[in-house]
């Protein structure tokens, strides 16, 4: 058996270690509802289509009212509507997303093999951008209304107003054109056939801009959310009883007002995985980096449709078991134990 | 004569209402500043046939032009005035964003309403599509849906509109939730009003702040979800909108730099300001901040 050790190092109780597995199995089941409902959602868009979906198929090319019907019955089209749902439900639950149209993969392989290169970009910012913008919010919640307090919140109001992909504009016409500190496009230079560490820290460099400007969005959100948080927290009874006691106020801060500060922080990070995501698409767009952004485009492009919306329902998907409340759970030992 | 006596008496406090407010939102000066940054953008996008002298999509000199005194934001790579193309893009952003916001009030108010003020299996039922709408990533949805029925001006404002409404929904219900237990909804109850009368009638008008401050904050994000999905090849090539004349600059960044600072210029003052015009509104409307 796999021991389940708790935060400050002492192992928990078999009963602790049960309702551990049982909270982690409701929060399952809550989610599953959730990722139904997308499946559902997905469901109702692609039928929104206009028009047949084999027109999209077959394109221009004149084919025969036999090849037609065919390809209605291959892909399901002839069935009544209830039935196609609930076999559209049963093969997106068991991981099956459906077909491209255009490369003829099946869209989960599709989003796998670009996935690892958007996290590459949606990672390094949001645990930066995280660590920046909660010392930042908590700075700026110490005195409110003073000048740090001020500036935080004028960073943060611009941070939100500033479109991500026109940031990264920016940064790419300022950073790499102008100045020539960064590489201009793409994920790596394809024509120095780097290898090894070389080729590691090509990337990197690479990543550096994007990740930037995702990071930017994410430090005016964070910023926000912590100082409102903070704020709420240091005028509760219990931080001015700390205060009466005559500890510090690095130790109130950081120890008491904090720890249950962070709560709502987390739920609004997790949230905003999925805004972090989309935000990534858009910025790949500029930098033409390879991730899901740049599938994405191409399927609008190309009214590759399965791919669309199985992106749909793979990010809900994240979101969703990123935000079922285990973000709560790791944070919040009185919802674990209930 | 009673009933005219009220409408006085009504008007009265409505007009100091109207002066109280503004004795605390002029104060803040982030917010004052907002009001005139809204004014300004409101005003470049409302004239823009006055300030301009040409078309919006119409080659007039010739490509790349650099900013001129003549051009002052440069030609872009068909020989389109930028000026004027970022005017009129403007329009089209912020009438779409304006529209969208509205669509999105309309049903984040309705479902958020009738789920504070029913409760129960209701209420968990319109939580649930919430939450549902919340965990799917907006932009993602509004993509796809876009992508899906096509990209024309209509189709961007009812996409915004739909994908955009569960904070209105969530606020409108925490508000009700409360309102509901006060005791002059239960007289009002007492007096035999109906349902729609007293949710519509009597609560709805105590949540009045808590949707103006939100559709000025929907507005913002309504203009960063339209300029993001034009600029991802989702709009109407024949209308100039903000979004779309970034997804233009995108080739030429490397050699056309003002192709992309003015519009995103223009987005960021727009979204800026509705941002400061929520956040001064916020405080001067909210009953608990104002008690400060």
């Known amino acids: 058996m796999s021991q389940v050790i708790s935060r400050n190092g002492t192992r928990l109780s078999e009963a602790q270690t049960v309702s551990l597995r049982w909270f982690i199995t409701r929060r399952i089941l809550q989610s599953v509802p959730l990722i139904l409902g997308v499946i559902i959602l997905a469901f109702i868009l692609i039928h929104l289509t206009p028009g047949d979906v084999t027109q999209i198929i077959t394109g221009d090319t004149a084919v025969s009212p036999e090849y037609l019907s065919k390809l209605r019955a291959e892909l399901g089209l002839d069935r009544p509507l209830y039935e196609q749902l609930v076999l559209y439900l049963a093969q997106a639950m068991r991981g099956n997303l459906g077909y491209s149209f255009i490369s003829r993969q099946t869209v989960l392989s599709l989003i796998l093999e670009r996935l690892p290169i958007t996290l590459l970009l949606v990672f390094v910012p949001l645990v930066f951008s995280s660590m920046i913008g909660i010392f930042l919010g908590v700075l700026a919640s110490q005195k409110q209304y003073s000048f740090i307090d001020n500036t935080a919140s004028l960073i943060s109001v611009i941070g939100f107003s500033i479109p991500v992909f026109w940031l990264a504009q920016i940064l790419l016409i300022v950073l790499s054109v102008q100045l020539r500190w960064f590489p201009v496009q793409g994920f790596m230079d394809v024509r120095a056939n780097l290898q090894g560490l070389d080729l590691y820290l090509d990337i990197i460099h690479h990543a550096v801009l994007p990740s930037v400007a995702l990071g930017a969005v994410q430090l005016a959100l964070v910023t926000r959310i912590t100082r409102a948080s903070m704020i709420e927290i240091l005028s509760q009874d219990y931080i001015v009883w700390a205060r009466s006691k005559g500890l510090s106020e690095i130790t109130i801060t950081f120890r008491h007002a904090l720890r249950n500060a962070l709560l709502p922080v987390a739920t609004v990070v997790g949230y905003n995985f999925g805004f972090l995501l989309t935000g990534a698409i858009l910025v790949e767009t500029v930098f033409a980096w390879p991730g899901l952004g740049r599938l994405l485009v191409d399927a609008i492009f190309f009214h590759d449709y399965p791919v669309i919306t199985g992106q749909l329902i793979f990010i809900s998907t994240m979101v969703a078991n990123l935000v079922t409340d285990l973000v709560y759970g790791i944070l919040d030992p009185r919802i674990r134990y209930r | ?292």
């Open chain 2, 1 to 292: 004569m009673i009933s005219t006596k009220r409408a006085l008496a009504q008007r009265r406090t409505l007009i100091k209402n109207v002066k109280d407010f503004w004795h605390v939102y002029k104060k803040n000066r982030a917010a004052f500043g907002g009001l005139a940054l809204m004014v300004f953008v409101l005003s470049l996008a409302g004239f823009a046939p006055f300030l301009t002298p040409y078309e919006p999509r119409r080659m007039v000199a010739i490509p790349f032009i650099a900013p001129v005194w003549s051009h002052p934001m440069g030609t872009d790579n068909l020989g389109r005035d930028m000026f004027t193309e970022v005017l009129y893009g403007a329009r089209t952003s912020l009438m779409v964003s304006f529209l969208a916001a509205f669509t999105s009030a309309i049903v984040g108010v309705l479902l958020g309403a009738i789920s504070g003020f029913y409760g129960g299996y209701i209420d968990e039922i319109f939580m649930r599509i919430t939450e549902l709408f919340q965990v799917v990533p907006r932009l993602i949805l509004a993509l796809a849906t876009v992508a899906i029925v096509g990209p024309s001006v209509w189709n961007l404002i009812w996409v915004i509109g739909l994908t955009s409404w569960p904070t209105t929904a969530r606020l409108l219900r925490v508000e009700f939730l409360s309102l509901r237990e006060r005791p002059f909804v239960e007289a009002v109850k007492g007096l035999g009003a109906g349902d729609i009368q007293v949710a519509f009638r009597e609560i709805l008008p105590n949540a009045t702040y808590c949707i103006i401050v939100n559709v000025s904050f929907e507005v913002a994000r309504a203009i960063i979800t339209e300029s993001s999905l034009t600029f991802l090849g989702l709009g109407d090539a024949n209308i100039p909108s903000l979004g779309i004349l970034l997804q233009n600059a995108q080739p030429y960044l490397q050699t056309a730099w003002w192709m992309s600072v003015f519009p995103g210029t223009l987005i960021v003052l727009a979204v800026l300001s509705l941002n400061l015009v929520g956040d001064g509104l916020n405080e001067a409307l909210s009953p608990k901040l104002r008690e400060r």
